[in-house]
T-cell receptor
Framework: GAGVSQSPSNKVTEKGKDVELRCDPI?????LYWYRQSLGQGLEFLIY????????KSGLPSDRFSAERTGGSVSTLTIQRTQQEDSAVYLC??????????????FGEGSRLTVL | AQSVTQLGSHVSVSEGALVLLRCNYS??????LFWYVQYPNQGLQLLLK??????LVKGINGFEAEFKKSETSFHLTKPSAHMSDAAEYFC???????????FGKGTMLLVSP
């Protein structure tokens, strides 16, 4: 597609349930990033992929969070046993490969997660 | 490690007035610096960036920013605010070591008629 696509755009779930958030990056972009945006907290880096590999998982808030990327394209962020503090907008971004990468990211519109 | 500080979570200006959004960074290596804008219910959009070369960079919608190494600043300005400029603005620094953008907490720009 022309831009980064995220789904669902909105998700309301009950505490304790698992959720999956999907990101489809711009075609040809090898790097993919997940950020979390909470009110008043700015953007919190979660994880990035170069191809299918995630070199640094230290940004994930807890072991309930996991992410994968297959085929160098679509990525899924999974939150297990959701808690109310997980409520936020989850933003995905992609960029050209790291070689010559000046850091410009292209963002999707986000998935708004509400945990009741 | 890189970090970014944006002074003021909210800035209010009148239409036609000067816009000044402040950003200071911390970086142990020459920084790549960015300003992104987020309109309501949308993703972030690149406004402008500094990598190397000219320290005054121009972006979209009449915005510009100046990299001042001595002040570790990258403030965003626009001579005359429009109502359509009302949005949240994020300053960011790129970490080439970790291949991530570190963002500030954002500044909400409010424009009144």
């Amino acid at each position: 597609g022309a831009g980064v696509s995220q789904s669902p755009s909105n998700k309301v779930t009950e505490k304790g349930k698992d959720v999956e958030l999907r990101c489809d990056p711009i075609s040809g972009h090898t790097a993919l990033y997940w950020y979390r945006q909470s009110l008043g907290q700015g953007l919190e880096f979660l994880i990035y992929f170069q191809g299918n590999s995630a070199p640094d998982k230290s940004g994930l808030p807890s072991d309930r969070f996991s992410a994968e990327r297959t085929g160098g394209s679509v990525s899924t962020l999974t939150i297990q046993r959701t808690q109310q503090e997980d409520s936020a907008v989850y933003l995905c971004a992609s960029s050209l490969g790291l070689a010559g990468n000046t850091g410009e990211l292209f963002f999707g519109e986000g998935s708004r997660l509400t945990v009741l | 490690a890189q970090s970014v500080t944006q002074l003021g979570s909210h800035v209010s200006v009148s239409e036609g007035a000067l816009v000044l959004l402040r950003c200071n960074y911390s970086s142990s290596v020459p920084p790549y610096l960015f300003w992104y804008v987020q309109y309501p219910n949308q993703g972030l959009q690149l406004l402008l960036k500094y990598t190397t070369g000219a320290t005054l960079v121009k972006g979209i919608n009449g915005f510009e920013a100046e990299f001042k190494k001595s002040e570790t600043s990258f403030h965003l300005t626009k001579p005359s605010a429009h109502m359509s400029d009302a949005a949240e603005y994020f300053c960011a620094v790129y970490s080439r070591r970790y291949s991530t953008l570190t963002f500030g907490k954002g500044t909400m720009l409010l424009v009144s008629p």
